[in-house]
């Protein structure tokens, strides 16, 4: 019993919240699905609040490391300013997509889930913290390439931005509608605008 067992009650409990919420979350449901004693949780979260702390952490984290893996990816193929124009352009499109809605209802649940948790609060507070240093990092070479304005504080960019990917849930309610398509455009314009160098 180690860390894969501990990853795997994570996932169970994920899964749990997911698809019913917190407060279904039993500690004996979990542990059977999973196929362990239930004192595996105490084991390693030493009581339910725990492993929903754990679970809320990592459905967070996880949701967030894909984008920016897809966006690092694409970055290390980029040879031109246009290619990066369409490179942002084409990411904004698969992230601001309808069917990434879940992903933001996930991501705003979770950081609502931290209130009353200072803790939890806490390491949402680091991981932000990483996040934005990475997707900083990852706009460092097109800036240096004179692609991204010089002056752009790219750390204070990257927070922006990830509040208006998650800002987006504010029209999700109530599933697809037409008027999303002029969401997008305005917040990709919004992006791009205040990324890309002005063309000479």
């Known amino acids: 019993m180690g860390a894969e067992t501990k990853d795997q009650l994570i996932d ?32 390693f979260f030493g009581s339910r609040e725990g492993l929903v702390e754990a679970a809320q952490f990592e459905r967070y984290r996880r949701d967030l490391a894909e984008p920016l893996e897809r966006f690092r990816a694409t970055m290390g193929t980029i040879t031109s ?38 803790d939890l609060a806490d390491r949402f507070a680091e991981l932000h913290e990483e996040h934005i240093s990475d997707l900083a990092a990852v706009m460092r070479e097109p800036q240096l390439r004179g692609w991204v304005r010089p002056e ?23 599933g697809e509608r037409p008027e999303h398509d002029a969401w997008n455009d ?10 890309l160098t002005p063309d000479d």
């Open 12 to 43: 169970a409990a994920i899964r749990t919240i997911d698809e019913h919420g917190e407060a279904a979350l039993r500690i004996r449901e979990v542990s059977e699905e999973v196929g362990v004693a239930y004192t595996s949780v105490y084991h």
């Open 81 to 118: 300013k246009a290619e990066f124009r369409d490179a942002v352009t084409t990411m904004l499109t698969w992230v601001f997509t309808i069917d990434r809605a879940p992903n933001r209802l996930d991501r705003t649940s979770a950081l609502g889930s931290a209130l009353g948790r200072p």
């Open 152 to 174: 752009l504080d790219l750390r204070m960019v990257s927070g922006w931005y990830m509040g208006v990917v998650l800002g987006r849930i504010i029209i999700e309610f109530g």
């Open 186 to 195: 305005i917040a990709t314009n919004a992006v791009l605008s205040t990324l």
